[in-house]
């Protein structure tokens, strides 16, 4: 039984080492999974990057997203079109301002604070305009922009492989993603089947799944990096 025990040890770590950059010990898998056990140092260089990419991704959408607007004007009739103009203008107004206001910070409390309103912005665009959309009947072009709208969520969950996180923060920030889908999938239930949306609600969970394994990975090469940086190589101090 020792020996069974043991041979699945070495085999759980052989793959921990090829997939998250070789760790040393499970001490090292465990600060995948949670940030209790980070230091100082690895929390303020993680607070650094996650605060600007949440400005370089915030500042890419508030530009992106009125550019859409042109589209909606050409495909949806005018009650459609203007209510979907009005969401686009506040959300890119929202992203704007937190790619002003978020400032680069060390204070890993308030890269979560700029991560969340980050997300949060496109799961409430997303919750104000899919459920719009589904109950109008679109033709031609409409319906297939339309459909479009329904993959946000998707967007969103890939977006978690931008940022270095443990799987504890990966769940953490997919939660409302997750659950955006769910109540859509809830006020839709007459409208689709409970297959469509069961396998729309799995892809999403696999897609969340291998985003937050690759900002796991993106975490223990930067823990390497950083513990590398911090030590002096000759006398280990």
Do not use: N
């Not at 085999?11 to 100082?40: N, V």
């Not at 607007?69 to 959300?91: E, K, Q, S, Y």
């Not at 969950?157 to 659950?179: D, M, N, R, Y």
């Not at 975490?219 to 590398?228: A, G, K, N, P, R």
């Amino acid at each position: 039984m020792t020996k069974t025990i043991d041979t699945l040890q070495a085999i759980a770590k052989t793959i921990l080492k090829k997939i998250f950059a070789s760790p040393r010990s499970y001490a090292d898998f465990a600060a995948l999974i949670t940030s209790r056990s980070h230091s100082p140092l690895l929390s303020r260089r993680r607070a650094g990057i996650i605060t600007s990419r949440v400005r370089m991704v915030a500042g890419v959408f508030a530009i992106l997203t009125p550019l859409w607007v042109i589209i909606d004007m050409l495909v949806f009739p005018w009650p459609i079109m203007a209510m979907l103009t009005v969401g686009r203008i506040l959300t890119s107004a929202a992203f704007l301002y937190l790619a002003l206001y978020c400032r680069g910070s060390t204070d890993i409390r308030i890269a979560y604070r700029a991560m969340a309103i980050m997300f949060a912005i496109p799961t409430l665009f997303f919750l104000f305009s899919h459920p719009l959309l589904s109950h109008y009947k679109m033709i031609g072009m409409a319906d297939a922009i339309a459909a479009g709208y329904a993959f946000l969520p998707f967007v969103m969950a890939a977006g978690l492989s931008v940022f270095p996180l443990t799987a504890k923060e990966g769940a953490f920030f997919a939660t409302p993603i997750l659950l955006s889908e769910g109540v859509v999938a809830m006020m839709q239930v007459g409208m689709l089947s409970w297959s469509s949306h069961l396998g729309a609600f799995w892809l999403l969970f696999l897609i969340t799944a291998v985003a937050t394994l690759a900002g796991m990975s993106q975490l223990s090469f930067m823990s390497v990096i950083v513990e590398q940086g911090a030590r002096d190589s000759l006398t280990g101090a």
